[in-house]
């Protein structure tokens, strides 16, 4: 079992729909949960981090956590062609921060 | 703004040849780490330091190795570099309080 799992996509969106992205992790002891977006050819940059049970919203995305079921969502609004990206789930655990494989996401005009 | 630079953006090695691949922060950030990114395969964790001289092994180290002599600077080294090290090589700082990852623009590297 992969440590951080992602559906690799791509996922296509009507642009204005709600974009939905999930990832899964193995270790019950991971402490803090990040989502960055990866342009093509560029480097990763950090969007979100939620580090408690529940959501956390800023601008268009939430980030939801659930530890019981080891389940971390991030959900985008109102989506954008520019939006249009790869989006990585990265868990840290005690200082070991370790990725998914990324889900590339396509908002279409 | 953090600023994480990697030496060189495009290197072509051939086989057997000693690499180095260099990394420098400027935030005073305890934690940095060397990630190689492969389609399909995502970022992969090669090594990480804690600390000045403190290194440990990710997920795969095998051939590569690591040094961290200044608290800033953070390299990677291929003792004998392998077609299949042909890769993007990222290195990144991590803010000590909030734990978010701050990544240089990427080393490309093939090897012939």
């Known amino acids: 079992q992969k440590e951080v799992e992602q559906n690799s996509g791509p996922l296509s969106v009507p642009e204005g729909a709600i974009a939905s992205l999930n990832c899964t992790y193995s270790d019950r002891g991971s402490q803090s949960f990040f989502w960055y977006r990866q342009y093509s050819g560029k480097s990763p940059e950090l969007i979100m981090s939620i580090y408690s049970n529940g959501d956390k919203e800023d601008g268009r995305f939430t980030a939801q956590l659930n530890k019981a079921s080891q389940y971390v969502s991030l959900l985008i609004r109102d989506s954008q062609p520019s939006d249009s990206a790869t989006y990585l789930c990265a868990v840290q655990g005690y200082q070991k921060v370790t990725f998914g494989t990324g889900t590339k996401l396509q908002v279409i005009p | 703004d953090v600023k994480v630079t990697q030496s060189s953006r495009y290197l072509v090695k051939r086989t057997g040849e000693k690499v180095f691949l260099e990394c420098v922060q400027d935030?005073?950030?305890?934690?940095m780490f060397w990630y190689r990114q492969d389609p399909g395969l995502g970022l992969r964790l090669i090594y990480f330091?804690?600390?000045?001289?403190?290194?440990e092994k990710g997920d795969i180290p095998e051939g590569y190795s690591v040094s961290r002599e200044k608290k800033e600077r953070f390299s990677l080294i291929l003792e004998s570099a392998s077609t299949n090290q042909t890769s993007m090589y990222l290195c990144?700082?991590?803010?000590?309080?909030?734990?978010?990852?701050?990544f240089g623009e990427g080393s490309r590297l093939t090897v012939l």
């Open positions: 990144a700082s991590r803010q000590d309080y909030t734990g978010e990852l701050f």
């Open positions: 935030m005073d950030h305890e934690n």
């Open positions: 330091s804690y600390d000045v001289k403190m290194k």
